[in-house]
DNA sequence: GCAAACAATGAATCTAGTTCACAAGACTGT
DNA sequence: ACAGTCTTGTGAACTAGATTCATTGTTTGC
């Protein structure tokens, strides 16, 4: 009896944890198709086939989904990083990787980034349960961690002096630079009249400039347009090789590929 | 009867662009006291003693009147930008100033970078009307400008190589870090197992780090604590006088001052 | 087989943003 | 001064869409 309740209720939990799953992705096709704007949670119960108050069993509000959405994707995003810690390279060069790990992340996620600023805004952060919000910051703790690991492995390696600095306030550099630029680059005009032409690719000579900016040895030359590329396709090679087809040449900005826009 | 038509015509003109003042100060107010989260349209009406429709003839949604706030904010902003841009010093000190100049905004306008968030997302974005719109992006487009200049100011001083980069292409990099390091630290939580004590002065420091990364000359030493806060200082005395009161000592998150929050 | 517990449902409710038919006031020409 | 016209302001009514909850169906335990 006992053992077989306890079955029943893990089916059971199994069963709810897998209609979870149905409805973030239905919510994520419908963002991926409509845009967030046009996100209605009725339409996310139609495409499952259940009613809402059923989608209102696992969800507090909408604003809980998104937030639980945005989770997911951090969770992807921390199994990127998570390979670049394990990768067998040069503490320098696997902290640039993080930057390109970044990069095709955003290029995997496309309305990642678009979501991840809803969510994050007060509007939307606190219209969310409790739960959803430690799970975020759950789901997003790795990412600093990865890093924060990775200078500390560098200063044990002797590539980097921390002056005086802890980890992760040299951390928090990398990710304000990549975190502000993926920002900047989704703000539909902000750069328009700077004509930058391959984002990302711009990104990532950033990140060089500031990691030589730290003095974290071998400092590279940002200037070398080929080592760079190639460091970026030896990168896509060793470590994403599976997740990254077109990477080096592209640097396009991924509006293009997340939601419909107006006239531009 | 003409030059009278053209003199009733200007003071209509005049009293209505009041009104928006009127409207927009008593949305800045609400938000200012009840956070993003609870601004009400009609609550805007009431405290400004006129119709909801009256409202509704100058803005043509609440996100349109959101757009138009944080518009009024980076007015400020890009003036803050101009005095530095005017100020006598040499071109790394001037833009290491527009870093502090950041940080005194910031302080001033403790509501702007969640409303700017809020803003620039998609969402609000694409519901405000393209005449807001313009307005922010013209808003803007001076402090990217100022950026730039400085940057080919330091071109011409020989204080900088560009190598191959554009002055919109380096200032993107210093951009993204101020931006990306402001959304750090409003993103509730995210720093929070990090320990920061005084984001601000380390955002200053990773701002030297990138200008040293960039080459920018004479090169900084960061880890000096000392040097730092004098140039802070020398600043806040130089170029901000009038508006930076507390400024090098303080380094406390601006999240207090902001909007009440959930129970931390 | 039946009652209690639990799960799913979707019509009804509620909240705020938005509209618009009308009223009040200002201007014009006689 | 006055009737007509045009502009501006109003707030009750409308609406969309999120959220709720009384009802109905399903499983579990005895």
């Known amino acids: 009896m006992a053992a077989s309740d306890m079955g029943t209720r893990e089916r059971r939990q199994r069963q709810v944890a897998e209609r979870e799953q149905l409805f973030l992705n239905a919510a994520r096709e419908l963002v991926r198709e409509d845009g967030l704007l046009k996100l209605q949670m009725s339409r996310v119960a139609d495409r499952c086939e259940y009613a809402v108050g059923t989608l209102y069993l696992h969800f507090a509000s909408k604003e809980d989904l998104l937030v639980a959405l945005t989770t997911q994707n951090l969770r992807e995003h921390a199994g990127l990083f998570r390979r670049v810690a394990q990768w067998n390279a040069s503490t320098r060069d696997r902290m640039f990787a993080i930057g390109v790990a970044d ?50 492995e560098a200063v044990a390696a002797g590539d980097l002096e921390l002056q005086r600095q802890t980890p992760q306030e040299l951390a928090t550099g990398l990710w304000s630079l990549c975190f502000g630029f993926h920002n900047l680059v989704h703000a539909e005009g902000v750069l328009e009249d700077f004509s930058i032409r391959e984002p990302y690719v711009l990104m990532c000579r950033h990140l060089q400039h500031l990691l030589n900016g ?51």
């Open 103 to 152: 990069m095709i992340f955003v290029r995997r996620n496309p309305e990642h980034f678009r979501l991840a600023q809803y969510a994050l805004c007060e509007v939307v952060w606190r219209a969310a349960s409790a739960r959803r919000r430690e799970d975020l910051l759950a789901a997003n703790q790795p990412i600093g961690a990865i890093v924060a690991g990775i200078v500390e």
């Open 214 to 264: 730290f003095g974290w040895r071998p400092l590279a030359d940002p200037a070398d347009k080929r080592a760079l590329d190639a460091l970026i396709k030896r990168i896509c090679r060793d470590v994403f090789n599976d997740v990254c087809h077109a990477a080096p040449a592209a640097g396009a900005a991924p509006r293009a590929a997340a939601t419909p826009r107006t006239a531009p």
